[in-house]
């Protein structure tokens, strides 16, 4: 480039090449027991022809030995003729030895006046591979639970299987997961009013939970002084129990992730620090204060018009707060009512514009919202008469058309609202139909199949099941379908993090506001094995944790039956992992509530267009494979990773590791030397299925490699396929 934006360019070109040159085509690995085709190519760059010999050389990579025996090659050295600007191709057939670790290849071509030659390395996989295996332990209060881990059981059936260890843990009282989440809440990102009002909302709770329990206060101190001596309280679950997971947390996408939840956790010191909450919720409130215009609004961010979501959304949380006991000037709220009821005339105006509108459903999510949080203020700010026939109108709509408004958030809004208007009736109805539409498992409490998965806020998980929570609390005054749906919000906690300060609030706040008190119970789960009772070495304060690793050889296989005692209320849950050793081909499928199956197909091109059939008979080089992975899971999880190995003659098609979205699932996909790896932040309950391809590049009779996925938040969970055996001929 030039001062006077003049531009230019050099563009040079160089082959490197030799009249006569060896090309091998190494495997990128081998495995103990494969019987594989090393193949190389000579080319003749020449002008004539060229004889000469080839050599295979197979050396320990330490001491220079010759390992062609070992490797049952029959013939070394073959005698080749090629002629002039052609290539030919030769191959050397490995019956590879039990003896892992790695070996020198060198390949040389030469002629009486030429030569060429290559050298590498080639890893040599075993054959017996490290399986975890895993057995969720789910358990609910006042009850004794047997399990049966069947293939630790039948272990004794394989003669080459070889334990390598056995880890027990439990966690007796997870609701201390929830005051573990707390710190989260001091944290907001943006300066608009509605994440000012989330900072405001949330740590006036967490103060609350945090202050109502001395308890809370006594097992931080002895989570703090436990770390000081090596304990793992405060970190995060990705960062807990790194031996019994199927990758090293520095390999994945989530190191950060794992940091900053410990970070959070490390913060809960916070909680308890009155003179710091004081002086943030004073800053809070005054420029929360500040945002509020004459007319009562609130804009989304400062300068801007008012809006009506944003000031209706701040109203209803003034409202639940208060309604929870939290000592909270509502000034603002009560000053918003001015805009909100004025806003809901003009909205029943636009209504009775709609031709036919009496016949229609005019009641929406947004609607029921203000319905529910102007419930709260209904002794200190009375309807006004200009908006009482608003109001009457979409209490009418509710009561008449409550089961059209598809989110059960609305429906729950609209419940509660009614009765605190002094509806009698319709309440019970919404609750009843909530009800029946609900389903109840033993491990999972009450929920709904409804897929919540949305970026509309009335269609939120966490914060629909807490108001259910509400709604059954309130209205129907019904314990024990508030406990079932508190288990449900546990178990959600169990395999994920609750992802914004809202949804931590809802879920701190329904968990341990309503129904019972589930800090109080302080009694340790008791497990047994084979009839014998884990004796707990080092249990944590509060959650009530405790972990037991048996060394290979104390591991036994009657130990797989396992008995479970849980003597007081609250559910609880914990896990067996076994970790062994075994040959490749006899790992048999293993499942929890992860399901996992490979298949492979062959890919073929036709008049028709491309089209792939289920493998069946042997398999030829050059054939395009389609690994195809299902998937299936009851429950969402996040911190999935899925590994999926390849055999030793296969090459991947796509070798850019890459972020992928397919079928409404996000994840990334990492291509590596012996598989491929999938990495899910956000894996909701469904089935999915992964596709990917590969080509088969080597002739032989070698293992396919198993298909791994586990949750690295709750890395009880997991799955693998079986191994199958390809034949592959030229």
């Known amino acids: 480039h030039g001062n006077k934006c003049q531009a230019g360019g050099l563009i040079g070109e160089t082959i490197t090449q030799k009249d006569l040159m060896i090309q091998p085509n190494p495997p990128r690995f081998i495995r103990e027991g494969d019987k594989l085709r090393f193949t190389a190519k000579v080319t003749n760059l020449s002008e004539v022809e060229q004889k000469g010999k080839l050599r295979l050389t197979l050396q320990d990579p330490i001491t220079d030995k010759n390992r062609n025996a070992e490797f049952k090659i029959k013939e070394s050295v073959f005698e080749f003729t090629v002629p002039a600007g052609e290539s030919k191709g030769f191959g050397w057939l490995l019956d590879v030895p039990f003896t892992p670790g790695m070996v020198k290849y060198t390949v040389v071509a030469a002629t009486n006046s030429l030569s060429d030659g290559e050298e590498g390395m080639l890893p040599i996989l075993s054959s017996r591979i490290f399986v975890t295996e895993s057995l969720p332990l789910p358990i609910k209060g006042n009850e004794t639970k047997k399990f049966t881990f069947k293939k630790l059981v039948e272990s004794k059936k394989s003669d080459t299987l070889e334990h390598q260890g056995l880890t027990v843990e439990v966690t ?58 090596g304990g793992k309280a405060l970190f995060s679950n990705l960062e807990k129990n790194e031996h019994l997971k199927s990758v090293a947390l520095l390999e994945t996408p989530w190191v950060l992730d794992a940091k900053n939840e410990t970070e959070q956790k490390h913060k809960i010191g916070v909680l308890f620090d009155t003179n710091r909450i004081e002086h943030e919720m004073k800053s809070a409130m005054k420029k929360l204060a500040d945002y509020q215009q004459s007319d009562g609004g609130f804009p989304w961010f400062p300068g801007g018009r ?104 609305a429906q729950g809004h609209m419940a509660l609202a009614l009765k605190r208007f002094g509806d009698k009736k319709i309440p019970g109805d919404i609750v009843n139909s909530i009800r029946e539409r609900s389903v109840t498992d033993e491990e999972l409490g009450t929920f709904w199949r409804e897929n919540e998965l949305s970026f509309w806020w009335y269609r939120a998980e966490i914060e629909t099941q807490a108001v259910m929570i509400e709604l059954f609390d309130e209205v129907a005054n019904d314990s024990e379908m508030v406990e079932n749906c508190k288990i449900w919000m546990l178990k959600q906690k ?67 039956n396992i008995e479970m005692v849980k003597k007081d209320a609250g559910i609880a849950w914990g896990a067996v992992h076994w970790q062994y050793l075994e040959d490749m081909s006899k790992v048999t499928p293993h499942e929890t509530n992860l399901k996992l199956k490979k298949t492979l197909f062959v890919k073929e091109n036709t008049d028709k267009g491309p089209t792939i059939a289920p493998v069946k008979g042997n398999l030829k080089v050059g054939d395009l494979l389609v690994v195809r992975i299902e998937l299936r899971t009851d429950r969402d999880m996040e911190y999935v990773h899925m590994k999926d190995q390849r055999g030793s003659g296969m090459e991947p098609t796509n070798v850019i590791s890459r972020y992928r979205y397919q079928d409404g699932l996000a994840y990334y996909e990492a291509t590596k ?37 586990q949750c690295m938040y709750a890395p009880e969970f997991n799955s693998h396929s079986q191994s199958f055996v390809l034949k592959v001929t030229e």
């Open 494 to 560: 169990q395999t994920q993090n609750w992802k914004t300060t809202k949804a931590t609030a809802d879920a701190v706040y329904a968990l341990l506001l309503r129904g019972t008190d589930l800090l109080a119970s302080d009694k340790l789960v008791e497990v047994y094995l084979a009839g014998i009772q884990v004796k707990p070495e080092k249990v944590e304060a509060g959650t009530g944790y405790y972990q037991k690793i048996y060394s290979g050889a104390e591991v036994k296989p009657e130990m797989g």
């Open 306 to 409: 008012p809006n009506s979501f944003i000031t209706l959304y701040i109203m209803t949380g003034f409202g639940r707060m208060r309604h929870l006991g939290v000592d909270i000037n509502v000034d603002m709220a009560l000053k918003s009512l001015n805009y909100l009821d004025h806003w809901i005339i003009k909205v029943y105006e636009d209504v009775k514009r709609i031709p036919g509108y009496e016949k229609r459903c005019n009641i929406n999510p947004t609607i029921a919202l203000y319905l529910y949080g102007r419930s709260f203020f209904l002794k200190e700010k009375p309807i006004p008469g200009l908006s009482k026939p608003a109001v009457e109108f979409f209490l009418d709509e509710a009561r008449e058309k409550w089961l059209q408004v598809g989110s059960r958030l």
């Open 673 to 709: 030397d012996t598989a491929t790896h999938f990495y899910i932040d956000y894996l909701p309950k469904g089935t999915y299925v992964f596709e990917y391809e590969l080509r088969v590049q080597h002739q032989g009779i070698y293992q396919s490699g198993m298909a791994e996925i």
């Open 172 to 229: 007796s009282n997870p609701a201390w997961y929830a005051v573990q989440a707390l710190p989260y809440l001091m944290e907001y990102p943006h300066e608009c009013s509605e994440q000012i009002f989330n900072r405001i909302y949330a740590n006036q709770i967490a103060a609350f939970i945090a202050n109502s329990d001395a308890k809370i206060k006594k097992v931080f101190d002895t989570w703090k002084a436990d770390e000081a001596q």
